[in-house]
């Protein structure tokens, strides 16, 4: 038995000093980390809940009554003008319903996440389609469907002919002329019933929209839907969302909406800060303003500001609830917490300093541009940069490939 | 005896081992494991969806230095083109004209490696290697229809050199991967796995301990003294075995938690060159007994194991110098690899650092005027988070972008970058030094206008109870 047993050892030894030397370096000391314990309890799951069911669905639900009314106002102005009546009042009132609207959409449209985000934006597009916009074919649209009401039907048109964008261009015409090189067939016609041809298509389109909001409201509210309860419950069973870490990506994804959209597209491009389709340099390109007919960009941008600070800081009506600066200070990165909510204040207050006409700004103040421009881009280097490696998160649409 | 006749025989006792015949059942076994593993992992390129992105979506690919001549198929190009490797990996495994198959298979994947340098893995690297070494080495003079068709060429011995030289390669992975962890983030702040290991806390059953500080010291020094040790522990006959099963299981862990596509699975095959060469005929004679069939009859090889030419040996010695010498190559540069990544291709840096970063290039016109270019104007997601780690991607697209606006006209503008990037979660820094024109710059010899690499420590990330 003796060798045997000396056979044994022999073999078991250096498989033994092998293990040894894994559990050794399994058991090593934390090298004495600057940090050992949590400062504060972080719950990830109440940061899904607060963002998608305290900050987005009653945001859904705004914006459903917002769209609707948008819709009736339109109605009752084409109403008025159809009785021949003076349409100034009613005009006012639908571009008035408009802002509202916008406003309400520019705050979500800023934290896009879920199922106004499914199918490449399909939802978001048929509500607000830009940068997607085509004047004259909404121009070539408005003689279709004054000539044949009854067969127009918005659901067939593309995005860049209806929306919320398109109803901007309709409410707010600067002249008779069309958008179009050479007028479409039967625009010369309409003549005096322009503002009513006009009008027609705004209401078909605002109740398209108001249709649309109301389903995306449904797909949100509680007992409907309820995508804000699958959001919040990610990773947990009955939620279609596998794990929290996705859910969190999804709002993180929706974030860089600063970055494209607010950042490069509507400040920066407009002012000629980034480059543009004008060509321009340190001069604006006002066919890339947002909202060039309403001249409503400023509003758009402060809104588009609120909402991502509501999302990022869990912030509502100034009560403050669990967002991604706790997450933050959770795992030890307070400074970049800081940073950010800091940078993105200073950016609220550049973009309140701007005045009410985004079109007056580029002109005679475009420095206030360039300065919020300037604040942004400090929020989203850190987006995208030790933001998503500190909570290890992805880029947005990084679908391909792996990693070694 | 003189020093020099002791190196002679030395020498002489080397090379007399390195021609001792050995089963070429080794070499014929790992062949047919390459060229599945490749075929799946063909397969699972062609099913993934991932070749529109990766060929058709970018409008600007990056390239390596001499090679800015290949570009991608057509679309369906690329879906024939992965097609015929898998065709071709499906030969090397059957051992139908497996030279060329092998060939073929090796050049055809280089070819989609430099396509957009945004596409290097680690393991595609090693996938061309392992498809070339297969080129040179007699493994398809054996289970091969190659062997079958012509008897004459049939092999049941091969000279060790040529396991000798498979061991070499994987072990060269291994080794030098290891070395990358031979610094401070990994093994004093357990960065990145820390980080990394924290975003996974939804993981079933260990996910809750994940973010402990301690798991990413365990796991960052297992890491290390895995790839430093492991090689010698599968080359010691008494520890073989059990390092192969620590081996799978890293492996597997690793696959699981990281997006590290066939890397886990290449590699456990890969290792298995590090059994003894005969071992594979064993086990199959041992199947056929269980399976009441004949066992299959010892190696009793007609003719000794083929001899090396001069120009292969030669091959084979500047191979193996290549080898040894790319992985070092960035020791010959200043700075951080991690940050100017200046000698961290081919050199097996693998997942020793986490960045993200945001890159903005700005043309600087001669009145003073500037204009902001985002990359997204050019590069897919998938690119856009690639450039912000690579200096080398930053300079050749600002390179790109330089040359645009000389054609449209603006021959004096400067072309600088704000390239601002967070290594291992430290707060961003300027990777560039932002008044460096990309236009005057050449990416040959030390990267002195990368910036030095940060010297603050990575950040510690709390457990999230």
Same mark, same amino acid.
């Given at each position: ?404 | ?68 001549? @290949?570009? &991608? *198929?057509?679309? #369906? ?6 097609? $015929?490797?898998? !065709?071709? =990996?499906? +030969? ?65 011995? @091969?000279? &060790? *050199?040529?396991? #000798? ?6 072990? $060269?992975?291994? !080794?030098? =991967?290891? +070395? ?65 099963? @620590? ?219």
């Amino acid at each position: 038995m003796a060798p045997i047993r000396v056979a044994a050892v022999r073999t078991a030894v250096p498989a033994w000093v092998l293990a040894a030397t894994m559990v050794a370096a399994c058991s090593s000391p934390d090298g004495g980390s600057a940090v050992d314990a949590p400062e504060a309890q972080f719950d990830r799951a109440g940061l899904l809940r607060r963002i998608a069911v305290d900050v987005l669905t009653p945001g859904y639900a705004r914006f459903a009554t917002d769209a609707t009314a948008l819709d009736a106002a339109v109605d009752a102005h084409c109403a008025v003008l159809d009785a021949s009546g003076d349409g100034t009042a009613s005009e006012t009132a639908a571009r008035a319903a408009w802002r509202t609207a916008i406003a309400t959409w520019q705050r979500l449209d800023a934290v896009m996440v879920g199922p106004g985000a499914a199918d490449d934006l399909r939802l978001r597009n048929r509500i607000y389609a830009w940068p997607l916009l085509a004047p004259c074919t909404i121009d070539q649209d408005v003689v279709a469907r004054w000539s044949a009401p009854g067969t127009f039907d918005v659901a067939t048109r593309l995005d860049n002919v209806r929306s919320l964008a398109a109803v901007e261009y309709l409410l707010h015409p600067t002249s008779a002329v069309s958008s179009c090189p050479l007028s479409p067939n039967g625009w010369d016609a309409l003549g005096a019933d322009l503002p009513r041809a006009r009008c027609g298509l705004a209401a078909a389109i605002t109740a398209d929209v108001a249709t649309q909001a109301a389903a995306l409201a449904e797909a949100w509210r509680p007992g409907g839907g309820d995508y804000g309860t699958t959001l919040a419950t990610a990773g947990q069973g009955g939620s279609s969302i596998p794990t929290e870490r996705e859910g969190l990506n999804m709002i993180s994804d929706a974030l860089f909406y600063l970055d494209k959209m607010v950042k490069d597209m509507k400040l920066g491009e407009s002012a000629g800060i980034v480059i543009n389709a004008c060509g321009t340099v340190e001069e604006p390109c006002l066919r890339e303003v947002e909202h060039r007919f309403a001249d409503a960009s400023t509003l758009s941008v402060r809104a588009n500001l609120a909402g991502l600070r509501a999302a990022f800081t869990g912030t509502i009506d100034g009560a403050d609830g669990l967002g991604f600066d706790d997450y933050l200070i959770a795992v030890g990165a307070a400074d970049l917490a800081t940073r950010m909510v800091g940078n993105l204040d200073l950016a609220i207050t550049r973009a309140d300093a701007l005045p009410e006409s985004f079109l007056s700004a580029l002109a005679s103040d475009r420095a206030a541009v360039v300065a919020l421009h300037a604040a942004t881009k400090a929020i989203t280097d850190d987006l995208k940069a030790q933001f998503l490696t500190v909570l290890g998160l992805e880029i947005p649409d990084d679908v391909a490939g792996d990693n070694d | 005896m003189t020093v020099v006749d002791a190196g002679s025989r030395v020498t002489a006792r080397v090379l007399a081992r390195a021609a001792r015949p050995i089963d070429a059942a080794a070499l014929a076994a790992f062949r047919i494991a390459f060229g599945l593993i490749a075929l799946v992992g063909v397969v699972r390129l062609l099913t993934s969806g991932w070749i529109a992105p990766m060929y058709q979506d970018p409008e600007v690919a990056f390239t390596y230095p001499g090679f800015g001549w @290949v570009t &991608a *198929w057509p679309s #369906w190009g690329m879906d024939l083109h992965y097609a $015929v490797l898998g !065709v071709l =990996a499906a +030969l090397v495994t059957v051992g139908l004209w497996s030279r060329l198959a092998s060939a073929l298979f090796a050049l055809g994947f280089a070819y989609t490696q430099l396509i957009d340098t945004t596409n290097y893995l680690n393991h595609h690297y090693l996938v061309v290697l392992l498809a070339g070494l297969l080129v040179v080495l007699p493994a398809h003079r054996t289970w091969s229809i190659d062997a079958w068709r012509a008897p004459s060429s049939r092999l049941d011995v @091969v000279p &060790a *050199w040529t396991l #000798w030289l498979l061991r070499f390669q994987v072990g $060269v992975v291994y !080794v030098f =991967a290891g +070395l990358a962890k031979l610094q401070g983030d990994w093994l004093l702040h357990a960065q990145p796995l820390n980080i990394w290991l924290s975003a996974r806390t939804d993981t079933p059953l260990v996910g809750a301990w994940l973010d402990e500080q301690w798991v990413a010291y365990a796991m960052s020094w297992a890491g290390f003294v895995f790839d430093t040790t492991i090689v010698a522990w599968l080359l010691w006959g008494r520890t073989r075995v059990i390092a192969y099963v @620590v081996l799978c299981g890293f492996h597997a862990a690793t696959g699981y938690f990281f997006n590290i596509g066939m890397f886990p699975l290449i590699m456990s095959g890969a290792a298995l060159v590090f059994f003894p060469p005969e071992l594979p005929r064993r086990a199959i004679a041992a199947l056929a007994l269980r399976a009441g069939r004949a066992s299959m009859p010892a190696p009793t090889s007609p003719r000794g194991p083929p001899a090396v030419g001069r120009a292969l040996g030669a091959l084979l010695v500047v191979h193996v110098v290549v080898q040894l010498a790319l992985p070092l190559r960035h020791h010959l540069y200043p700075g951080d690899v991690r940050w100017n990544e200046d000698g961290a291709r081919f050199a097996w840096q693998v997942m020793v650092r986490e960045k993200h970063g945001s890159v903005t290039y700005i043309v600087r016109f001669p009145d003073g005027r500037r204009l902001q270019v985002p990359p997204r104007r050019y590069l897919t997601a998938r690119q856009e988070r690639e450039l912000a780690g690579y200096p080398d991607l930053i300079l050749q697209l600002g390179r790109r972008i330089g040359a645009e606006m000389h054609a449209a006209g603006h021959a004096d503008v400067r072309v600088t970058v704000d390239a601002r990037v967070s290594l291992n979660g430290r707060p961003a820094e300027a990777m560039i030094d932002p008044e460096i024109d990309l236009l005057t710059v050449s990416d040959v010899g030390a990267r002195t206008w990368v910036t030095p690499a940060p010297s603050t420590d990575p950040i510690h990330l709390r457990a999230r109870p």
